[in-house]
């Protein structure tokens, strides 16, 4: 049963205990949130769609920020892991690349649109929010260019101009793709995303070779 079926299917009153009923709260919280956006989310809302009353949901989260901060801590860990998941799945660099890409389609194309948290929010002038998605963004970009590192010899700053390229090419097309409702079917799109990156990065012979792998 996934988390937006448990919350349905969660009668009001129910007794949980504290980490099932916050994880509860937290999918009612991201279904609101992504439907409406953050400025005409209500708690209202939020209670009502988790069966519960708004001094239980006060229990957990103080307020509609902190419990828009904890979403958006979920959701930017995921899409870290994924990312360091694709980077370690393969030592062969073209796979490597290939792997990341789709770690950013998987991501974008997730059931329940938390993508929209962390790359569309209207609360990016919120500094909390702001420093969240920066923080994950460059996270993402030190473990692709920890790899570029390894394996071309190229400097650290080097390293991570190519990485903060690559993750944010990746994101903007991913993002492109599922909002244009494309008609390219996830393989391919990741496929020619991967070709695109390919023939870029692949320039860069790997540390003490003469040429790339």
Known sequence: MTAIE???????????????????????????????????????????????SKPVLYQHFPGKLDLYLALLDQHCEALLQSVRTALASTTENK???????????????????AFRLVFESDLTNEPAVRERVDRVSMQCAEAISEVIAEDTGLSKDESMLLAVGLGGVSQVVARYWLSSESQVPRDTAVQLLTSLAWRGIAGFPLHGTDGGN
């Open 95 to 113: 796979q490597r690349v290939a792997a990341t890409m789709d770690a950013y389609f998987a991501y974008v194309e997730n059931e329940g649109g």
């Open 6 to 52: 448990q919350t349905e299917a969660r009668p009001r009153g129910t007794r949980l205990p504290r980490r099932a009923r916050r994880n509860q709260l937290l999918g009612a919280a991201q279904e609101v949130f992504v439907a409406q956006g953050y400025h005409a989310a209500a708690m209202d809302d939020i209670a009502e769609r988790a069966g519960v």
